[in-house]
């Protein structure tokens, strides 16, 4: 996080505006901006794990993680600069969990690049604050205005579920997976056989929608999910819940929190971080498995065709094998043997 992302140059073009401002920051930061602004106060609220270990090791407390902004957290902030994210109902969740927090008479600013819908601030929070672009630069736009009433906020009426063969999926905005079983786990669970056993490790879980679906035909698995996200961690919690299965959830960048060694790990790894590729999160998957599995214990994977991973597993394990695929997915299988090389 050492190069400031067009977002935050755009926050920089007015940072006289914010020497004496005490500021919350939050929303799809990208960078560090919020550890190197000069203001009177900053404190960050993420639903990014990945991103509060970046922060946290500059702000300290004053860097919170977690799914909700509490009003500890809020106290004694009078700004608000939200950077916009591009899952349009996760802003709305976040801007009306947040505004409800701030005093009246705060100041909300929002940036955001254009291609991500950040335009459609000005609708979304007009109910309590009326904004205005103030500037328009690297492709993104700024945009001000000062809270006049603040909205309510229930936490638990932004849940939704949706069946999933006989499985209930519970889920968040934000959440991967959301509104339904998406093409690229499918295909992963199609390969999946009855009877699995042993410790799984479910990495970027999203809704918790592989290990419920595995769990559901092989009742004798031991689940471990993870995902950076503070929306999935709490949406595989709960689909868990539902679904009277039993598993492991908690946040990790990766394989960060993780401890141990397991007999499978399964993702659909993401390559995106906010409206930018990203390739990183699924290299450190595979070039770190090794240190997660047990002898003889696999990798498995689903990614769009394209992305360039057949060489990483290689590097990593020896050799790979291609599972399954179509005209956009393929799922790969790589295990891990005494030599720290693959077999087929």
Same mark, same amino acid.
């Given at each position: ?86 899952? #349009? ?43 205005? #672009? ?206 720290? #090389?693959?077999?087929?």
């Amino acid at each position: 996080m050492s190069a400031f992302t067009p977002a935050s140059e755009v926050i920089l073009r007015h940072s006289d505006e914010f020497t004496q401002r005490r500021i919350l920051f939050a929303g799809d930061m990208q960078d560090d901006l919020p550890a190197r602004l000069e203001t009177a106060l900053s404190r960050v609220h993420t639903q990014q794990y990945h991103h509060w270990q970046i922060l946290s090791r500059t702000l300290g407390e004053n860097a919170c993680f977690g799914l909700t902004a509490t009003a500890d957290m809020v106290a004694d902030c009078d700004t608000l600069i939200y950077f916009w994210p591009k899952n #349009k109902p996760e802003a709305q969740f976040q801007l009306e969990n947040l505004l409800s927090l701030m005093p009246v008479g705060s100041e909300l600013f929002v940036v955001g690049e254009n291609r991500s819908g950040v335009r459609s601030a000005e609708q979304m929070v007009e109910p309590w604050v009326t904004l205005n #672009k103030i500037d328009s630069a690297r492709r993104c736009g700024l945009y001000h205005g000062q809270l006049v009433t603040r909205p309510g906020f229930d936490a638990e009426a932004w849940w939704d579920a949706y069946p999933l063969g006989a499985l209930t999926i519970k889920t968040l905005p934000g959440v991967f997976s959301r509104d339904g079983l998406d093409a690229g786990s499918n295909l992963l669970l199609s390969t999946l056989k009855p009877h699995t056993r042993g410790k799984v490790l479910d990495v970027g879980c999203g809704a918790g929608v592989l290990s419920a679906m595995l769990a559901s035909f092989s009742p004798k698995v031991r689940l471990t999910l993870t995902d950076v996200s503070a929306a999935a961690v709490e949406a595989s919690r709960a689909t868990l819940a539902a679904n009277q299965l039993e598993g492991e959830v908690f946040a990790s960048n990766v394989y960060s929190e993780v401890n141990g060694r397991f007999d499978m790990i399964i993702s659909n790894p993401p390559f995106h971080d906010g409206m930018q590729t990203s390739l990183e999160a699924a290299q450190m998957l595979i070039r770190g498995a090794a240190k997660h599995l047990n002898i003889g214990g696999e990798l498995r994977l689903v990614a769009n065709a394209f992305l360039p991973y057949p060489q990483v597993l290689d590097e990593t394990f020896g050799n790979h094998e291609v599972l399954t695929q179509n005209g956009r997915f393929k799922v790969y299988r790589a295990v891990l043997t005494r030599s720290g #090389k693959s077999a087929r």
